[in-house]
């Protein structure tokens, strides 16, 4: 038997804001191989389906890629529809096209259906357009994340300081170094940034300050995914807790960094 594989698209974790494909799937599956991010609001629509967690999570003990491909073409052989549930959109810091091309290596069909990236999640629950008339015409969505044994490229800063509005994903643990390299390229330190955490969840937390105080503002967050967002759109954003100009008002914050 040569099953159909499907990269589904989860969304950032609610699961009335998944597409009406992504639904039909997930209630139709034999088998959902899913992400550490896919929410069990999501996982509870597949009573019918086994279950397989293959999720990562920086700086946690998570599945090889090179194992979730293998497990992913050996489960597609035998059973007729796989789902591969992804948090955010397949196609967007996802390792989709990994696991397409072992599936196409392995002569198994697979598909993909989008999903909300946490990005445009984010942007509306706070009511702020990461594209605005006269103030953003331009969105990069980026990560400094890289593979173990890798070293990150300089790319990911340069396109932030080239944005209107930047989105920076798995970012939370390089915080110092994100802030010092963005400040060494140029970008205001005045320049408002947005943390999001558990986007589109019961505990979605949001706090807000200058990019100058990054780190401190990392420090405010949970445990949860988060992602920074930066821009002068976000100026006046609506958060549970904005620090843009607190130092005025009560003097200047204290660091935790040097």
């Known amino acids: 038997?040569?099953?159909?594989?499907?990269?589904?698209?989860?969304?950032?974790?609610?699961?009335?804001?998944?597409?009406?494909?992504?639904?039909?799937l997930i209630e139709r599956a034999d088998v959902i191989l899913y992400d550490a991010l896919v929410t069990d609001e999501i996982l509870a629509l597949a009573p019918q389906a086994k279950m397989v967690p293959v999720g990562k999570r920086g700086g946690r003990v998570s599945m090889d890629q090179a194992l979730i491909n293998r497990l992913l073409v050996s489960t597609a052989s035998k059973h007729k529809l796989v789902v591969r549930l992804k948090g955010g959109d397949p196609m967007l810091f996802g390792r989709a096209h990994e696991e397409i091309e072992a599936c196409v290596q392995a002569g198994i069909p697979v598909s993909v259906v989008p999903g909300i990236t946490a990005a445009f999640g984010a942007a509306s629950a706070l009511s702020t357009s990461l594209t605005q008339r006269g103030v953003s015409r331009s969105v990069t969505f980026v990560t400094p994340t890289v593979a173990r044994g890798s070293q990150a490229s300089p790319a990911w800063a340069k396109a932030v300081a080239a944005a209107d509005t930047a989105v920076i994903y798995m970012g939370r643990g390089d915080a110092v170094w994100i802030r010092d390299t963005l400040l060494n390229l140029g970008m205001p330190a005045t320049l408002p940034?947005?943390?999001?955490?558990?986007?589109?969840r019961p505990s979605s937390f949001n706090v807000k300050g200058p990019l100058a105080d990054l780190p401190d503002l990392a420090l405010k967050v949970g445990s949860g995914p988060v992602l920074m967002m930066i821009g002068e759109v976000f100026a006046e954003a609506k958060v549970d807790v904005d620090m843009l100009g607190l130092d005025q008002m009560?003097?200047?914050?204290?660091?935790?960094v040097g």
């Open 1 to 24: 038997m040569i099953g159909q594989v499907y990269l589904v698209g989860a969304g950032p974790g609610a699961a009335d804001l998944l597409t009406v494909r992504a639904l039909r």
């Open 193 to 200: 940034v947005v943390l999001a955490e558990d986007v589109s």
């Open 250 to 256: 009560v003097g200047p914050l204290t660091s935790s």
